[in-house]
């Protein structure tokens, strides 16, 4: 061992005495952490995770639902490695290849005329999204109208980002708390939850944008699934009509596909299920799996031309980050993308998706599973109280839950701090590439905590 690895190798509680000591978690009561501190991951190849103890788990959610080429691709670190040594770095106010040729990939991959905003995160393609919107209304309109259209339509229980844009997005009252007022300008309605309610979500979308008075509505962004806020999947007719009504008052749609991008849902893209296409797109986990961060805003050339106008004006999209087209992720996300399609990955995540949720059938039987649903390799368990009710399962049950699968080495997701009284759906989104078996152990995880936990009573069949 040489000098510069021994401050990666430290013992295992010397690195958590630093991590308490210096590292912000997210989403975590840090209280809490000295107690129970965070598994520290040393290492990770397909579908497991691994602490340099060499305790192993089950990545049931693929990192945060990104990693689909699974973990620990050394082609992927080879790529990054040469791209690194020939370029490291250069903006996009110049250009180079691996940009070009990731750009000319997705435009390739929707089938459309677009431009490609990369950059570096899911808020951040969002961000650009919003920016994008009103500018294009301020400059263009597509109703001739100019000026006026500013307001962007959100959901409730919808996620698009942490940083104040996206967040003003977002439709998730626990994430929102202590950060508002936030960004002015943004309106909620109603996303399909079929479980729970019948209501007709197009037509409330369109009510919404009649008494705001379609002439201030820029934009309506959602998630084709709501990934966060519950694994919402909507009725058929739901994106169909979503796009008529946008078409119908000159409202642009954005897809947010930062989840459902890249083969998750079992098609390429989410919104394919139901052959609608956007106006807008944004993309960012699955994009380069998690190898590096990066992220996409793909804006058809129709809304792009708008941007046109002379050298010394104001047209252009005055827009930059720093880090926007890097190189290495760049060229990262392109090999990955190759993954994605030479392995099949698409075809494979629909397939498991299937099977998955055929394993997870016999859970129904189970008094607090109150609804099983996915798409693809994107699937949630709805935890209720009471079946009959409805009920959601109270945070710390579900939170148990959760625990118990990490304790049999199986990584599950859960609602968490989203809508109020709403942190009740386990999700499991492990990497395309799981096995059959691995997949049958994630279920058999989640079954068992569920009986542990929540050990049926008279009105269902106990294991115990
Ligand atoms: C649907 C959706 N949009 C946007 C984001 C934000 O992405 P990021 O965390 O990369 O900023 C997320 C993150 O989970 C997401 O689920």
Redesign the pocket.
């Known amino acids: 061992m040489n000098d510069q690895d021994s401050e990666l190798t430290a013992s295992a509680p010397e690195l958590t005495a630093l991590d308490l000591e210096n590292l912000w978690h997210p989403l975590v009561q840090h209280r809490d952490l000295a107690g129970a501190p965070p598994r520290c991951i040393d290492r990770a190849e397909g579908s497991y995770l691994y602490d340099a103890a060499g305790n192993r788990w089950l990545d049931a959610v693929a990192g ?3 990693v689909n080429v699974g973990h620990g691709r050394s082609e992927l670190a080879d790529v990054a490695r040469e791209q690194m040594s020939r370029l490291a770095f250069a903006p996009l106010t110049m250009s180079h290849e691996p940009a070009i040729r990731l750009a000319t990939k997705l435009v390739d991959l929707l089938g459309y005329p677009s431009k490609v905003y990369i950059s ?7 961000e650009a999204a919003f920016k994008i919107v009103r500018q294009y209304h301020a400059q263009a309109g597509r109703d001739g109208s100019g000026l006026g259209r500013y307001k962007i339509i959100a959901r409730y229980r ?6 104040l844009g ?1 967040l003003s997005a977002t439709g998730q009252a626990e994430r929102r708390m202590g950060y508002e007022p936030l960004v002015p300008g943004f309106v909620f309605t109603s996303a399909p939850d079929p479980y729970r309610e019948e209501t007709d979500c197009a037509k409330a979308l369109e009510q919404t944008i009649l008494r705001e008075g379609a002439e201030t509505v820029a934009a309506f962004i959602m ?1 084709p699934i ?3 806020g519950g694994i919402l999947i909507p009725p058929d007719d739901y994106l169909p009509r979503v796009r008529e009504i946008c078409d119908r008052y000159g409202v642009l749609l954005i897809l ?5 991008g890249f083969g998750r849902t079992g098609k390429m893209f989410g919104h394919q299920h139901w052959e609608v296409e956007p106006d807008i797109i ?1 993309f ?2 699955g994009i380069a799996s998690g190898y590096m ?1 990066l ?1 996409a805003t793909v804006v058809r050339n129709e809304i792009f031309d708008a941007f046109s106008g002379p050298a010394d004006g104001m047209n252009h999209f005055r827009h930059i980050n720093t880090y926007a087209g890097h190189p290495v992720a760049t060229a990262v996300a392109l090999r990955n993308i190759e993954i994605v399609e030479r392995e099949g990955l698409v075809d494979r995540s629909a397939k498991m998706g299937e099977f998955v949720l055929r394993a997870l059938a016999p859970l129904k039987a189970h008094p607090n599973v109150g609804d099983i649903r996915g798409r693809g390799l994107l699937v949630g368990v709805e935890l209720v109280e009471d079946r009959a009710s409805r009920e959601p399962l109270s945070a710390d049950k579900a939170a148990r839950v959760v625990a118990h699968c990490a304790e049999q080495g199986v990584i599950i997701g859960c609602t968490t701090n989203t809508t109020p009284g709403m942190s009740n759906v386990v999700i499991l989104a492990p990497p395309l590439t799981i096995s059959e078996e691995e997949a049958r152990t994630m279920v058999a995880a989640l079954d068992a905590a569920l009986y542990k936990e929540l050990p049926a009573n008279d009105s269902g069949p106990s294991r115990e």
């Open positions: 945060i639902w990104c570096n995160s899911g808020s951040e393609a969002n919808g996620y698009h980002g942490n940083t996206a998630e709501i990934a966060g947010d596909e930062v989840v459902t944004t960012a986990k961060p992220a």
